[in-house]
Nanobody, 125 residues
């Protein structure tokens, strides 16, 4: 069973930055496309960033484009989400997810096989 563990969430003022990390317990980590999702209170979970197996392709939601950067270190079995210029509307629980059978980036929740427990990000105004 693949396990994912997010870290790096917290409270930050608007305009600040946070870096989320997701450690994956899988020796074949490079076989998985990875994504970051978020869910704000009362809203549906949405994908904010996705990255292909080798990191050559990335995708971003329009709401975070230019502010968030997804990256991965296949030697460390870890995926990251660098979040800059944070806004109060970025407040949400953030989840990483792994998709095994996706050659490029995966955007839909249904494409992902494994999920982390989430880390909370709160951006104060």
């Amino acid at each position: 069973q693949v396990q994912l563990a997010e870290s790096g969430g917290g409270l930050v003022q608007a305009g600040g930055s946070l870096r989320l990390s997701c450690a994956v317990s899988e020796r074949t980590f490079s076989n998985y496309a990875m994504g970051w999702f978020r869910q704000a209170p009362g809203k549906v979970r949405e994908c904010v960033a996705a990255i292909s197996r080798r990191g050559g392709r990335t995708s971003y939601a329009d709401s975070v484009k230019g502010r968030f950067t997804i990256s991965r270190d296949n030697a460390r079995d870890t995926v990251y989400l660098q979040m800059n210029s944070l806004k109060p509307e970025d407040t949400a629980d953030y989840y990483c997810a792994a998709a095994q059978a996706i050659p490029q980036t995966a955007w839909s929740e249904t494409e992902y096989d494994y999920w982390g427990q989430g880390t909370q990000v709160t951006v104060s105004s």
